[in-house]
Nanobody, 114 residues
Framework: QVQLVESGGGVVQPGGSLRLSCAASGITFSAYHMTWYRQAPGKEREWVAIITNTASTNYADSVKGRFTISRDNAKNTVYLQMNSLKPEDTALYSC????????WGKGTQVTVSS
């Protein structure tokens, strides 16, 4: 059974930092491309960052220079380090594992507010 479980969300002030984690089980994690998405209330889900199975990374323009995606294949976990957070980063953040099939986690809420 494949599971992706996100954690690390919370409430943070503008300018603050959070590190999200997504722990995977039931898949050969190292073979999968891992992606973070987010969805704000009333908005469509948007892609945030990707790390491939060869550790290449790419970011949405809105987070470039502030967010860093990384992975630890020994721990079957992908991370999203978020710095210099802004109120517009408030959203439900979810991770996706994709190779041929794809699986999604349920998400972790990030709220940036003073």
């Amino acid at each position: 059974q494949v599971q992706l479980v996100e954690s690390g969300g919370g409430v943070v002030q503008p300018g603050g930092s959070l590190r999200l984690s997504c722990a995977a089980s039931g898949i050969t994690f190292s073979a999968y491309h891992m992606t973070w998405y987010r969805q704000a209330p009333g908005k469509e889900r948007e892609w945030v960052a990707i790390i491939t199975n060869t550790a290449s990374t790419n970011y949405a323009d809105s987070v470039k220079g502030r967010f860093t995606i990384s992975r630890d294949n020994a721990k079957n976990t992908v991370y999203l380090q978020m710095n210099s957070l802004k109120p517009e980063d408030t959203a439900l953040y979810s991770c996706k594992a994709k190779r041929i099939s794809e699986w999604w986690g349920k998400g972790t809420q990030v709220t940036v507010s003073s």
